[in-house]
């Protein structure tokens, strides 16, 4: 709470404009590009960090695919991390999230924004039609972002398991998989504090169809945390 009160108190002129437009922009979509949509996230995600005293050390730009149509999996470690995420990555991308945070306001329009999918984790139907309706917009060239965990780990920098239905909506998109470790991304907003952070986020090598085409999904699932978890222990 203290840091989101210092996010807002830096920022007390902006924040007024800013929360309109974002606003107007999650209920009008249609009216912006995605390339619009994104740019306005981060120069808004740009201004609360500074203001929060937020450092984005980011690692491994070069390798994100030049072309769209992949997919992100990080681990996860609390509600700040799509917006770390968003800083560092000027690829404009999407989210598989769960239907709770559309309940949490800016996480809420931040989601309607990018047109997230909100997933209803107790709907087998509901999850399976949003795997296929991500599967073909990756193919048509969006990128999106999923959390393999599906939930945050109570762990910080110690991920949890992840699930290989994670990556079904990829394998059937038949796209390049890019893991990505964050680090200390838990602190911003689940640690009471509004001191000084750094939040580190690398982007791994992708992972190409070839290289996992005739692997199970909770293989793929074991090799991405395995990469994650790598970087992590180097880091920290």
Same mark, same amino acid.
């Given at each position: 709470?203290?840091?989101?009160?210092?996010?807002?108190?830096?920022?007390?002129?902006?924040?007024?404009?800013?929360?309109?437009?974002?606003?107007?922009?999650?209920?009008?979509?249609?009216?912006?590009?995605?390339?619009?949509?994104?740019?306005?996230?981060?120069?808004?995600?740009?201004?609360?960090?500074?203001?929060?005293?937020? !450092?984005?050390?980011?690692?491994?730009?070069?390798?994100?695919?030049?072309?769209?149509?992949?997919?992100?999996?990080?681990?996860?470690?609390?509600?700040?991390?799509?917006?770390?995420?968003?800083?560092?990555?000027?690829?404009?991308?999407?989210?598989?999230?769960?239907?709770?945070?559309?309940?949490?306001?800016?996480?809420?329009?931040?989601?309607?924004?990018?047109?997230?999918?909100?997933?209803?984790?107790?709907?087998?139907?509901?999850?399976?039609?949003?795997?296929?309706?991500?599967?073909?917009?990756?193919?048509?060239?969006?990128?999106?972002?999923?959390?393999?965990?599906?939930?945050?780990?109570?762990?910080?920098? !110690?991920?949890?398991?992840?699930?290989?239905?994670?990556?079904?909506?990829?394998?059937?998109?038949?796209?390049?998989?890019?893991?990505?470790?964050?680090?200390?991304?838990?602190?911003?907003?689940?640690?009471?504090?509004?001191?000084?952070?750094?939040?580190?986020? !690398?982007?791994?090598?992708?992972?190409?169809?070839?290289?996992?085409?005739?692997?199970?999904?909770?293989?793929?699932?074991?090799?991405?945390?395995?990469?994650?978890?790598?970087?992590?222990?180097?880091?920290?």
């Amino acid at each position: 709470m203290k840091r989101i009160l210092l996010m807002v108190f830096r920022n007390i002129i902006l924040v007024p404009f800013m929360w309109c437009k974002l606003c107007y922009y999650a209920s009008h979509t249609e009216k912006y590009t995605e390339g619009q949509r994104y740019n306005l996230l981060r120069y808004i995600t740009k201004k609360a960090n500074k203001g929060g005293r937020v !450092h984005i050390d980011v690692h491994g730009q070069e390798n994100l695919p030049t072309q769209s149509g992949f997919m992100f999996f990080p681990n996860h470690q609390g509600l700040y991390d799509v917006l770390a995420i968003i800083e560092a990555c000027p690829i404009p991308f999407s989210v598989v999230a769960k239907k709770e945070v559309g309940n949490i306001q800016f996480l809420k329009q931040v989601f309607a924004c990018m047109k997230a999918y909100l997933m209803d984790r107790e709907d087998i139907r509901q999850s399976m039609q949003i795997i296929m309706d991500v599967s073909k917009e990756v193919s048509n060239g969006r990128n999106y972002l999923i959390f393999a965990e599906g939930t945050r780990s109570k762990n910080g920098n !110690h991920p949890g398991e992840f699930k290989g239905g994670s990556f079904k909506a990829a394998t059937k998109a038949k796209c390049p998989i890019i893991p990505v470790a964050l680090i200390d991304s838990f602190k911003p907003f689940d640690m009471n504090s509004a001191a000084k952070v750094t939040v580190q986020v !690398h982007f791994l090598e992708p992972i190409t169809y070839d290289e996992y085409k005739d692997m199970k999904t909770h293989e793929i699932a074991e090799e991405v945390k395995h990469r994650i978890e790598e970087v992590i222990q180097k880091n920290i």
